[in-house]
């Protein structure tokens, strides 16, 4: 799953919503500051990652989804919890910055 960050925007919105192996996160027309307004629920960011909400990630959940989509999301979380990708609360997960596509 990729979180998309726009700044010109100030929307969130994600792609590839299916692919539960990967997440990340791109800033698009967003500095760090800007972004940190931009998520406001979804999270924030710190130097070369953001933070993301967990239960608000469950909000890209892909329109066919089903419970399984729910049962890989949640073994998704654990294995990231196990990494040491989630913060001390279980509340928020890691994900890296990625380039904006040009």
Not at 1 to 8: C, H, L, N, R, T
Not at 55 to 75: I, N, Q, V
């Given at each position: 799953?990729?979180?998309i960050v726009d700044g010109a ?39 070369a990652h953001v933070w993301l ?20 999301f949640a073994k998704t979380m ?25």
């Amino acid at each position: 799953m990729k979180i998309i960050v726009d700044g010109a925007a100030h929307t969130v919105t994600a792609e590839d919503t299916d692919n539960l192996n990967a997440l990340s996160a791109v800033l698009r027309s967003a500095d760090a500051e800007l972004a940190d307004r931009v998520l406001d629920s979804y999270g924030r960011v710190q130097g070369a990652h953001v933070w993301l909400n967990i239960e608000s990630l469950k909000s890209f959940a892909p329109d066919t989804r089903g419970s399984s989509w729910y049962e890989r999301f949640a073994k998704t979380m654990a294995y990231a919890e196990s990494k040491g990708w989630t913060d001390e609360t279980g509340t928020f997960v890691r994900a890296h910055i990625e380039d904006p596509e040009v």
